[in-house]
């Protein structure tokens, strides 16, 4: 829970390296995360990529609303992987409560055009 700079790419690589995936989709809690690190004043996205909804009993459409109303400033996009009806609104819901998008990627060379769409353009100092 710190922010690097960009000297301290090494850093982070080494924090992702040491992630180990779980069982389920905490995507409420992830949310939640991600809101609270998210600039109070600058104008910020969030990209949430999913192939579904939260399996573990949270409401991140509910989180995503918070986060907005918290900071107006933040937006929150989705990149959606999912197959169902259910979880393609589950992630809907999420872009909505965020003020984003949703978008599909159709194939990877997609997933990539889609990841930069997603993020916008890069808050540079000036």
């Not at 996009?77 to 965020?98: E, H, M, R, W, Y």
């Not at 003020?99 to 808050?123: F, H, Q, T, Y």
């Amino acid at each position: 829970d710190r922010f690097y700079k960009g000297s301290e790419r090494g850093a982070l690589i080494g924090e992702i390296d040491r992630l180990a995936p779980k069982q389920g989709t905490p995507l409420a809690d992830a949310l939640k995360r991600a809101g609270a690190v998210a600039s109070d004043s600058a104008d910020s996205t969030l990209v949430v990529v999913s192939d579904g909804g939260d399996s573990c009993g949270g409401d991140p459409c509910a989180v995503a609303r918070s986060i907005r109303a918290a900071k107006p400033n933040v937006t929150i996009n989705v990149i959606d992987l999912s197959q169902t009806p259910q979880d393609k609104a589950a992630l809907q819901c999420i872009a909505s409560a965020g003020s984003g998008r949703v978008l599909s990627p159709g194939d990877p060379i997609d997933m990539n055009r889609k990841m930069r769409e997603a993020a916008g353009a890069a808050n540079c100092p000036p």
